[in-house]
C-alpha cells in the first residue's frame, strides 16, 4: 500500500508495486495480489528498456494470475530508452489470465522514447492474455523518437520500423488466441509534434486500438471495447 517512486535510473530498469522481476529457476506465479500503491519511475536520464507495470515489471519465467492494480502508474521526466508500460504487467515472456486495472496510467517523458508499448494491463506479451479488464484511464503526453527499430520479439536492431503500440487491454500481444479482454476505460494520447525520425533511412509506425494496439497473428475472441 506504500508509494513507490524511482529515481535516476539508468539501464534495464524493471519496476512493479508487487514485484520488478518474475524469474526463476522454475515458472513461478504470482496471484491474488493487489496493488494499491502509486507506482512512478522519474529519472533525468535513461538509455535502455524501461518496464513499469502496477503488479509486475518483467516477467521472465512464471505466469500472472488474478492480480488486481488500483494504483496510479506514472512515468515522467526526462527518458529515452524503450518503454513497455502498464497498470499490471508491462512485458511478459508467458500468458496472463484474470488481470484487472483499475488505476490510470500515465506518460509525461519530456525527452525521447525510442519505441513505447503501453496498455492497460499489459504492455508487451509474448503469451496469451485472457479474461482481463481495464478499467483505468490512459492518458500519454510525451515524446516518441521513430528513429530506432523493433522487431517482432521486441528486441531492437539499428535500422527499420520503431513501433508505438497503444492498446486499452494489451498494447502489442505476439501471441495467439487471446480471449475474453475488455476495456472500460478512455484513453487520450496527445501526438501532435511528438513523433520523430533522425535517420532517412528509418520511419517509424503507430497502432492504436480500444482492446489491442496490435495482434502480431493468430485467432482472438470476446474482445469488447467500451472506452
Not at 27 to 38: H, R, V
Not at 87 to 94: I, L, N, Q
Not at 183 to 198: E, I, K, P, Q
Not at 206 to 226: C, D, P
Request: with cysteine.
Amino acid at each position: 500500500n506504500g508509494n513507490i517512486l524511482m529515481k535516476y535510473a539508468t539501464g534495464d530498469t524493471k519496476v512493479g508495486g508487487i514485484a520488478g522481476l518474475m524469474q526463476s529457476d522454475a515458472a513461478g506465479t504470482i496471484q491474488n495480489c493487489t496493488n494499491n500503491a502509486k507506482v512512478e519511475v522519474s529519472s533525468p536520464k535513461h538509455t535502455a528498456y524501461i518496464m513499469l507495470g502496477g503488479v509486475a515489471g518483467y516477467n521472465k519465467k512464471g505466469t500472472l494470475q488474478n492480480v488486481t492494480n488500483k494504483g496510479e502508474v506514472t512515468l515522467s521526466g526526462s527518458t529515452a530508452g524503450r518503454g513497455f508500460i502498464s497498470g499490471v504487467c508491462s512485458a511478459s515472456e508467458y500468458g496472463l489470465t484474470g488481470l484487472v486495472n483499475e488505476g490510470t496510467v500515465t506518460i509525461t517523458s519530456s525527452s525521447n522514447l525510442v519505441g513505447l508499448c503501453l496498455g492497460g494491463c499489459v504492455g508487451y506479451s509474448k503469451g496469451a492474455v485472457k479474461k482481463s479488464t481495464n478499467k483505468g484511464v490512459i492518458l500519454y503526453q510525451g515524446r516518441t523518437d521513430m528513429s530506432t527499430a523493433m522487431k517482432d520479439d521486441g528486441s531492437a536492431v539499428s535500422k527499420g520500423n520503431e513501433v508505438f503500440c497503444v492498446g486499452g487491454v494489451v498494447g502489442w500481444s505476439a501471441a495467439s488466441a487471446n480471449t475474453e479482454l475488455t476495456n472500460d476505460a478512455t484513453a487520450t494520447l496527445n501526438l501532435g509534434g511528438y513523433f520523430t525520425a533522425s535517420k532517412d533511412d528509418c520511419y517509424g509506425w503507430t497502432s492504436i486500438g480500444g482492446v489491442a494496439g496490435r495482434f502480431s497473428s493468430g485467432t482472438h475472441s470476446k474482445l469488447y471495447n467500451n472506452g
